[in-house]
Nanobody
Framework: QVQLVDSGGGLVQAGGSLRISCTAS????????AGWFRQAPGKEREFVAA????????YYAGSVKGRFTISRTSASNTVVLQMSSLEPEDTAVYYC????????????????????WGQGTQVTVSS
């Protein structure tokens, strides 16, 4: 089992930056990939970014590419999403997710490939 704890959300003005984190515990050696998803009120959960647990491969949704950066700190089993040039449309609850199984390049955006989820952290961008 893997436990994920999301943190770091908050309120920021449009154009600003925010950093959210996800700390994994438990059987972290079993993680193959980790990702961030978000869900805005009245909308479906959508993929934001993902990273291979070992290695440097990263994947981004088109709407955040160039503005968000996902990274992993191996020493602390933490996945960080650095968000910049934030827009009101980025307002959502952000969820960290992890998969213990091999994920094909074409499947990182699919929520169903991730078995473990954090509790979510609210990000609000004011205009």
């Amino acid at each position: 089992q893997v436990q994920l704890v999301d943190s770091g959300g908050g309120l920021v003005q449009a154009g600003g930056s925010l950093r959210i984190s996800c700390t994994a515990s438990g059987r972290t050696s079993s993680i193959y990939a980790a990702g961030w998803f978000r869900q805005a009120p009245g909308k479906e959960r959508e993929f934001v970014a993902a990273i291979r647990w070992r290695g440097t491969s990263t994947y981004y949704a088109g709407s955040v590419k160039g503005r968000f950066t996902i990274s992993r700190t191996s020493a602390s089993n933490t996945v960080v999403l650095q968000m910049s040039s934030l827009e009101p449309e980025d307002t959502a609850v952000y969820y960290c997710a992890a998969s213990p199984d091999t994920v094909a390049n074409a499947d990182y955006y699919r929520a169903e490939v991730y078995d473990y989820w954090g509790q979510g952290t609210q990000v609000t961008v004011s205009s």
